[in-house]
């Protein structure tokens, strides 16, 4: 029997045969990928993703709920006074050297003439860390010794800089200023704005009777009233957050702090009855929601477990805390406390504080600092805050320099170098001391 002839073979030419490879590839499935789009979005932003969903999806309904009139954000706290009320402590962490350094910048772009620009400097000292002006404007017109329609008009063109309410004399002026920024600074809102004492109470069927219009009208005025900001300077503070809707709110409670979730800001997902296309995806998208909001909210419980001292004194208290340590607590992976405080914000009565701002790992400690005993090491969040404070509170004619700044945190409690000092002022927006000189006002 004859034998089959060998392949042919050219040289150069390699045998065919089959190889079998092995490669690793990770592919997300679409419930995995909404998940983790979900932890990284905010309020806002979750808000606009459900939106989307909702119009592609007739199985899935949205509502938002109404705010209750009378529950306001913790930030509201204490604005419905004369004054902001609440005690030094509050003025402390709200401190903001940068607030300074904006407006007088500003001032500068202004162009006035030298008259006008001396009284708005004047004003510029009578400045509050909130943003409102802290005397009347006779105090400020006879100590620049000029008269008071002189600084009227002057406090017209300051009124002006942005962000708006800035430079206001009360509640009242401080939000029609960001009404009339807005577009909205209507007959409605000046209704609404003549009885605020009312609106606090929740009264709105009386304002509405008061003034002649309807409660649905008061009510869409409650609604954008509620979104503006009383202390439009603080968002110049260390760690403050942009002015919105927070995605968790921090309250002092019968037993201590107490958070959360701002459901105000939080569409409500509504799955219609029955069988059909698009109810298991709508399912779906209702726990993968509830998910998010059940981790934010647990992260939101332990950081606030953890840094009771900043929500009572402030961001100076703060203590060290890295996403581990949250991360452990909570049998969660890092990556997952990473994503779920992106851009989240925590509304405190002490401000509105970005999430990812308050970590920070522990600068060691002095054992010489505290009279020979030993310093627990400072948040490095708490160090910049510290800064702050201390620029917020300087001679404005004397500033403190790098230096001084370096020895005042060292006698806080942390051996930090003079350049490490000048990336944390860089860091909180605060220009060296030779830009921050202010001459006096001549009285």
Known sequence: MPQAAPPLSLPGMKSPG????????????????????????????????????????????????????????????????????????????????????????????????????????????????????????????????????????????????????????????????????????????????????????????????????????????????????????????????????????????????EVSLNRSALPTITVEVGRGPGRAAARTLARLVDSRNATLLRVGQEISRRQVAALDRGLTALSPMTMADVARALDLHESTISRIVAGVAMDTPLGTWWLRALFGGARGGDTEAAGGVEAVGLSVAALRARLAQAVAAEDPAHPLSDAALTAHLTAAGANVARRTVADYRKALGIPPAHRRRRTPVAG
């Open 18 to 257: 089959i190889k079998v490879t092995q490669s690793q590839r990770l592919q997300l499935n679409t419930s995995l990928q909404a998940s983790i789009r979900l932890l990284r979005a905010d309020a806002s932003g979750l808000t606009l993703y459900l939106e989307e969903q909702a119009a592609e999806n007739p199985a899935i309904r949205l509502e938002t709920p109404a705010p209750a009139p009378g529950e306001w954000l913790p930030r509201w706290q204490g604005a419905w006074s004369s004054g902001l009320g609440g005690d030094a402590m509050d003025r402390v962490a709200s401190a903001a050297p940068s607030l300074v350094s904006h407006v007088v910048q500003e001032i500068t772009r202004l162009d006035l003439p030298p008259p006008d620009r001396r009284i708005a400097l004047a004003l510029v000292e009578a400045l509050e860390p909130s943003g409102w002006l802290g005397v009347p404007l006779s105090t400020i017109a006879a100590a620049a010794r000029v008269p008071v329609p002189a600084v009227e008009s002057v406090l017209d063109r300051v009124q002006r800089i942005d962000p708006p309410g800035l430079f206001a004399r009360n509640l009242r002026e401080c939000l029609f200023l960001q009404a009339r920024d807005e577009g909205f600074a209507d007959t409605v809102l000046t209704t609404v704005l003549a009885h605020l004492d009312l609106l606090a109470k929740g009264e709105l069927a009386r304002i509405a009777r008061l003034g002649g219009i309807t409660e649905a009208e008061v009510e869409g005025c409650f609604r954008r009233i509620r979104r503006l900001d009383p202390k439009p300077g603080a968002r110049f503070a260390a760690h403050a957050a942009p002015v919105r809707e927070p995605d968790l709110l921090v309250r002092q409670g019968e037993t201590g702090w």
